[in-house]
């Protein structure tokens, strides 16, 4: 069995639980494969004891990779996604950072989880994506997001006015800082932030929340996500910001953006029993009031 690693950065007070975990995959674990710069900031910090190769592109991961551990917090386990890409490689994330509504195994429970995972012992909840259609390749052929698209006005110019269309029909003109137009795993993220709903990740919807919208009688709404998106963004600027999760391009204005569904969806592992509702109280919070 072969195993990819990815992370960003690993702090010291992990160590100890990241070594732990190693140590229990390498019962079954025949060969290690680890994101290059991540491997970097391993050396001479922890041991293995099965053979490691690293990896810095998709194509090294699709043959023979069992799942993928992101290390991190949920914007690492988003940098994933450009390397899983449609291969259907399962991904668990590890929360070594603060929020984690995606990573969801805290470094506490990292045994636990390795000992589910060597032993199958897991469920994958699929998630959808959120596709840029048009301008085709602007991020290359990684032209989709786990959370959101987003259109940004750049620096500190003026608000844009985004003119927006679901299925070639006329929604609204925001005249606002930006758009989000985000998946039901990317509701708990900008969007949020935004005063957008959350949604159930098992919806097949779509969330548009504007940011910082001038008509303050303007709010979020939720179309299926089967539908087809298009943007037409002016302003006084002649440029601005195209966001797919944390990667951005610069656009013209001359440019109209066509937002669908992804044809093909990311597996996130999950330990134990899945429990959206749970994971949305504890990491908001909810319970803790003195009435409940």
Not at 241 to 265: C, G, M, P, Q, Y
């Amino acid at each position: 069995m072969q195993v990819a690693l990815f992370g960003r950065e690993i702090t010291q007070e992990f160590l100890a639980d990241f070594q732990e975990m190693i140590k229990v995959l390498e019962s079954r674990v025949e060969r290690f494969l680890v994101y290059e710069p991540f491997f970097r900031c391993l050396e001479g910090r922890t041991h293995f004891s099965r053979e490691v190769k690293t990896f810095s592109t998709a194509e090294e991961i699709r043959t023979d990779t069992r799942f993928m551990i992101s290390l991190g917090g949920d914007g690492t386990l988003l940098d994933t996604i450009t390397l899983l890409q449609d291969s259907g490689i399962p991904v668990l994330g590890i929360n070594t950072g603060r929020l984690g509504f995606l990573s969801a195994v805290s470094t506490e429970e990292v045994r636990q989880a390795a000992n589910a995972l060597i032993e199958g012992n897991y469920i994958l909840d699929p998630r959808s994506l959120i596709s840029l259609s048009a301008p085709e390749g602007l991020f290359g052929n990684v032209n989709y997001a786990l959370n959101e698209l987003t259109v940004l006005k750049r620096d500190n110019s003026s608000m844009i006015t985004i003119s927006a269309y679901v299925d070639d029909k006329f929604l609204n003109t925001y005249w606002a800082d930006g758009l989000i137009v985000a998946t039901p795993t990317g509701s708990t993220g900008y969007s949020l932030s935004c005063g957008g709903p959350i949604i159930s990740p098992e919806a097949k919807d779509f969330v548009v929340t504007p940011i910082a919208t001038h008509n303050l009688t303007v709010r979020p709404i939720v179309i299926p996500d089967h539908s087809t998106v298009k943007l037409k963004i002016s302003g006084r600027s002649q440029d601005y910001l195209v966001l797919l999760d944390s990667r951005s391009r610069a656009l013209s204005t001359s440019v109209e953006l066509i937002i669908e569904r992804a044809d093909f969806h990311i597996n996130l592992i999950c330990i134990g029993q899945r429990d959206f509702f749970k994971t949305i109280r504890n990491k908001l919070a909810w319970g803790l009031d003195k009435r409940n």
